[in-house]
């Protein structure tokens, strides 16, 4: 148990932002290499891409979503109370959730968007940003590339990683 002020902490110092970047790297480049596979082979089309990147982008979100609850564990010492921490930004412009909170629903919409029934607060996460969840939707209408073009329209996800970590630090700057 931290007995010390949170507020100054050595956890304070974030200690996860290294192996998230390696992580982006490491997906990004997969990423790039399928969509060199569009320029490369006439068949290979933006349907097989978005379809073969959508996990891809997944992925990136479950390790987005591991940083946010662990960066909430190393500020309060639990995670019992983590969706507080999720609202501490403004909501995104024209809705009413944080991009903490989209990158929450999006990493358990792919962790279980084969089930029979998304999770009450995944779903409506989700739906309060618009998105369609019928298990055989149309996969350039997946909520993963919507949730991406309302992360960062340019897909970037450095920025939205710096979006994470800016959050990161509104835990030690914001009254909770």
């Known amino acids: 148990m931290i007995t010390e002020n949170p507020k100054t902490s050595f956890l304070r110092n974030d200690f996860r932002i290294e192996s998230l970047n ?14 060199k596979r569009t320029e490369e082979e006439s068949w290979y089309d933006g349907i097989w891409l978005l379809e073969e990147t959508e996990p891809i982008y997944g992925l990136v979100f479950i ?14 010492e ?18 009413s959730k944080t991009k ?3 990158i929450i629903g999006l990493a358990n919409y ?22 369609n969840l019928s298990i055989d939707i149309e996969v350039e209408k997946s909520p993963i590339y919507l949730g991406l073009s309302i992360l960062d329209e340019k897909w970037n996800l450095f920025a939205i990683r710096d979006s994470v970590k800016n959050w990161r630090e509104k835990l030690w700057t914001t009254q909770i």
Not at 63 to 76: L, P, W
């Open 22 to 35: 390696e992580i982006i790297t490491g997906l990004e480049s997969s990423i790039n290499s399928l969509k």
């Open 63 to 76: 390790a987005f979503q591991n940083y946010i609850n662990g960066s909430i564990k190393d500020f309060s």
């Open 78 to 95: 639990k995670t019992i109370d983590k969706t507080v921490y999720y609202k501490i930004e403004s909501n995104v412009n024209g809705f």
């Open 100 to 102: 903490i909170e989209l």
């Open 110 to 131: 792919i962790k279980h968007k084969d089930e029979q029934e998304l999770h009450k607060g995944t779903r409506e996460i989700l739906e309060s940003f618009g998105m």
